[in-house]
């Protein structure tokens, strides 16, 4: 079928996304395709997390400096993401995104082959420099696919890849980690990136850089305030997930007195709420974008709030585990409200979401931790949520209104 241009989200009044013509096995190749890249992404993220012991033992650290490695990989997404945008912004989308695979793929086989905590860290780092960029560009191509009213589910099903990542690839690579070695599992990931790589070639359609696109046209996103707007919503709104993720194991043991055994089932019910979030939070933002962005962050709120006393009992525990992994719909929204507001430097704007996600992660698991640290308690990170999810509903009613400002005026300069 033929995609026609999309209209702009309602309330933008920003040029919409350039379509490509396309059908529907097309679509739904090229998302599947990306969506292997975003798996891979996905697991290599996650997967030490639980490997953090073997790797410390290796390379001769304690844990907590092992745990760095995984500040590294943050700190390469939110480097990554604005300088690959902008710096690749001329290249066809198709082949961005495989040399991203590929250099995803070459950091994680390194990763493998590092010999100590300095170099790990070092391609730690370096894997993590083409993750937030490959989602930002995998999401203008999938967008750019879909037909009209389907650009948010589209964003949703490359963003699947990387929340099955946490119930299907994190096991298998941690499995593979703990029989032949931590450093297998990251060779698990390259290949899986590799696969990608031919993957995206063969159904991703050759789709050109946008006309004119160049690094100064990219910057200029920065210029837009409703791109900080949306980039303030991501990264303080949606950090309330990770204060309470952080350290959700200790509290399920130390709180709801939850059995070890059960950590497992209770965090693949984490990745469920993901999947179902995302699902769920894609088919909003195509129906209302912006009253989809405030719904899903009042329902972090309350969220939030409801762990604080679900926390006491195993039962209870377990399900508030499961609502906190459907915060993540908010991000196929944030995505597309990205792209609307952008205007001609997408690439840029695109990829800089996922910088908002990673310094969502710090900044949640930082208050969580100096809450609990002031002696608060382990659930105290779930009123930590609410405030940050408060903060996010602010940002996003500011947005609201400095769009609505600029409307009248454009109105009353066209009466």
Not at 225 to 241: E, N, R
Request: charged share 10%; net charge positive; glycine share 12%.
């Amino acid at each position: 079928m033929t995609a026609p241009l999309s209209p702009p989200s309602p309330a933008s009044s920003e040029p919409p996304i350039a379509h490509t013509p396309t059908d529907d096995r097309t679509l739904v190749r090229a998302v599947l395709a990306l969506g292997v890249g975003g798996f891979s992404i996905g697991t290599g993220e996650f997967v030490i997390m639980g490997l953090l012991p073997e790797v410390a033992r290796d390379i001769n650290v304690t844990i907590p400096q092992a745990g760095h490695v995984i500040s590294a990989y943050a700190l390469g997404v939110v480097v990554g993401a604005p300088v690959l945008a902008v710096l690749c912004a001329h290249w066809g989308r198709r082949t961005l995104l495989m040399a991203l695979m590929v250099v995803y793929a070459l950091g994680n086989f390194a990763s493998a082959l590092a010999p100590g905590y300095l170099s790990l860290s070092a391609m730690r780092l370096f894997t993590g420099l083409p993750h937030g960029t490959y989602f930002g560009v995998a999401a203008l191509v999938a967008a750019a696919l879909a037909p009209p009213g389907r650009r948010a589910r589209a964003v949703g099903w490359v963003m699947l890849g990387l929340t099955t990542a946490t119930l299907v690839g994190v096991p298998i690579a941690a499995a593979l980690g703990e029989y032949f070695g931590w450093r297998a599992a990251f060779v698990f990931v390259g290949i899986i990136a590799l696969a990608a790589v031919a993957m995206v070639r063969l159904w991703v359609p050759d789709m050109p850089a946008s006309h004119g696109a160049s690094p100064l046209r990219e910057l200029g996103a920065l210029a837009r305030k409703q791109v900080w707007f949306t980039l303030g919503i991501g990264a303080i709104g949606f950090g309330g997930m990770f204060a309470v993720f952080s350290y959700i194991k200790p509290t399920l043991l130390e709180v709801a007195g939850m059995p070890p055994a059960l950590m497992p089932f209770v965090l693949s019910l984490f990745g469920l709420g993901m999947v179902a979030g995302n699902i769920v939070g894609s088919r909003m933002a195509d129906k209302a974008l912006m009253p989809a962005i405030g719904k899903v962050l009042l329902w972090s709120i309350a969220v939030m709030a409801l762990f604080v006393p679900a926390a006491h009992h195993p039962v209870s525990a377990a399900v508030a585990t499961f609502l906190l992994g459907t915060v993540v719909a908010i991000g196929p929204a944030l995505q597309i409200r990205l792209m609307d507001v952008a205007g001609d430097a997408q690439t840029l704007a695109a990829a800089l979401n996922h910088s908002a996600f990673n310094a969502a992660n710090a900044l949640g698991a930082w208050l969580g931790g100096v809450s609990i640290a002031a002696g608060l308690g382990w659930t105290s990170t779930g009123w930590v949520g609410v405030v940050l999810g408060l903060c996010g509903v602010g940002i996003f009613a500011l947005a609201l209104s400095s769009e609505r400002k600029t409307q009248r005026a454009t109105e009353g300069l066209s009466a």
